[in-house]
T-cell receptor, first 117, second 113 residues
Framework: GAVVSQHPSWVICKSGTSVKIECRSL??????MFWYRQFPKQSLMLMAT?????????EQGVEKDKFLINHASLTLSTLTVTSAHPEDSSFYIC?????????????FGPGTRLTVT | AQKVTQAQTEISVVEKEDVTLDCVYE???????LFWYKQPPSGELVFLIR??????QNEISGRYSWNFQKSTSSFNFTITASQVVDSAVYFC??????????FGQGTELSVKP
């Protein structure tokens, strides 16, 4: 149980285009999902917290107009990188909290590797 | 401020050696959770352990063991008799209220045959 999927697992896009990444909780409902970004040889940095049915909360320094987050249902959150640039190339990882479980455990997706050319 | 420090950037050992990965955290919360994750080259995070702030018991799971000491704000991870398959980046993380995870910088462990 507690499986989180991400799609696509990797994507290459041209500079200036937009890319959408999906994060799904497959066997549980997630009222809260988190989006992290990881540059090569670096740690995971939280970008935003996504709550079902409400606006996402962005961390300081993250441009909300560039990284659009939508959490339309209890099993799906999407991250859209708008007008992507090469510096947006990174590994994007989502995680989800199971609303049915007490505690702070998060289940992580396998990640999406974005390359902007 | 919440912070997690993993002072060891890289560690290299020979198979069968024991290795300890250090983790020091800072928080003003009285209730918090600590985690260890393994990230192999594939990139997918593998959950290893979660500890809440009220449970200081050490834990052993096979070759893995964890030492949680609130007095020194440390949550160290030891691998006994390391194996090549243990090679990965290991992250220590702290969870605030609301579930946001703060990760340490990670320690890259290389186990050589």
């Amino acid at each position: 149980g507690a499986v989180v999927s991400q799609h696509p697992s990797w994507v290459i896009c041209k500079s200036g285009t937009s890319v959408k990444i999906e994060c799904r909780s497959l066997d549980f409902q997630a009222t809260t999902m988190f989006w992290y970004r990881q540059f090569p040889k670096q740690s995971l940095m939280l970008m935003a917290t996504s709550n079902e049915g409400s606006k996402a909360t962005y961390e300081q320094g993250v441009e909300k107009d560039k990284f659009l987050i939508n959490h339309a249902s209890l099993t799906l959150s999407t991250l859209t990188v708008t007008s992507a640039h090469p510096e947006d190339s990174s590994f994007y990882i989502c995680s989800a909290r199971d609303r049915g479980r007490v505690g702070y455990e998060q289940y992580f997706g396998p990640g999406t590797r974005l390359t902007v050319t | 401020a919440q912070k997690v420090t993993q002072a060891q950037t890289e560690i290299s050992v020979v198979e069968k050696e024991d290795v300890t990965l250090d983790c020091v955290y800072e928080t003003r919360d009285t209730t918090y959770y600590l985690f260890w994750y393994k990230q192999p080259p594939s990139g997918e995070l593998v959950f290893l352990i979660r500890r809440n702030s009220f449970d200081e018991q050490n834990e052993i799971s096979g070759r893995y063991s964890w030492n949680f000491q609130k007095s020194t704000s440390s949550f160290n991870f030891t691998i006994t008799a390391s194996q090549v398959v243990d090679s990965a980046v290991y992250f220590c993380a702290l969870s605030q209220q609301g579930g946001k995870l703060i990760f340490g910088q990670g320690t890259e462990l290389s186990v050589k045959p």
